[in-house]
């Protein structure tokens, strides 16, 4: 069972979703709940279905004291890496919401201060806290509908279903077609990238 939040009731819980993909953006949320939110289904985005997922979106949504999704591009992945990618998107989501928060529940083990606001980074966040937990089911869910959104262009490389990950179909095509603009090209996109060539 979930707890409501980690330390009070005007508290933002953040997450993000795409750390390990090799295209698109990394996307974090950030959720602050109203205080008689309750919902059985709710749990880390992971441990759900995309059915169940995007049943929770709108409900988060309709139901949240606010909230705030933002995409970090590739371009910038590549710029600052992806940790600091992931931090800024969080705080960047964190700008979003129509209230400032009296403090912030973080998954994970890294993050670096928001303004003056005191925040707790926590393991497994997604799974402890519903605040965490509803923003990892944003994260994933604004993540994915864009990824859908991209493959329209590059349909080649079924971003729709591997919405980006490393999968070995992801790897043949760009193994076939090279990379695009949605690509990270500090990640190690194929393998054989380890290999010297002689």
């Known amino acids: 069972m979930l707890k409501p939040f980690h330390y009070c009731q005007m508290e933002a ?21 109203n205080e008689n939110f309750a919902n ?33 591009s590739p371009k910038e992945i590549d710029e600052i890496n992806i940790l600091n990618a992931s931090i800024k998107g969080m705080h960047k989501a964190i700008d979003l919401l129509k209230v400032l928060p009296e403090y912030i529940s973080v998954d994970g083990n890294k993050f670096k201060p928001y303004k003056e606001i005191d925040h707790a980074c926590i393991i497994k966040g997604d799974g402890k806290y519903m605040n965490i937990a509803a923003a990892s089911v944003l994260a994933k ?28 179909e992801h790897r043949d095509a760009i193994k076939k077609f090279g990379t695009t603009k949605y690509h990270r090209m500090s990640f190690k996109l194929l393998p054989e990238q380890l290999k010297l060539a002689f």
């Not at 819980?13 to 709940?33: F, K, M, Q, W, Y």
């Not at 869910?141 to 079924?158: C, F, W």
Request: hydrophobic fraction near 35%; include cysteine.
């Open 40 to 72: 059985t289904m709710l749990n880390d985005s992971k441990q759900l279905t995309e059915l169940k997922r995007n049943a929770l979106r709108p409900i988060i949504e309709q139901e949240a004291l606010t909230f705030g999704v933002a995409h970090i």
């Open 13 to 33: 819980g953040t997450d993000e979703a795409g750390r390990g993909c090799l295209a698109g953006p990394v996307t974090a949320a950030a959720v602050i709940l």
């Open 141 to 168: 869910t604004y993540r994915d509908a864009y990824m859908e959104q991209i493959h329209e262009e590059y349909p080649m490389y079924n971003w729709k279903k591997n919405k980006g990950y490393p999968t070995k």
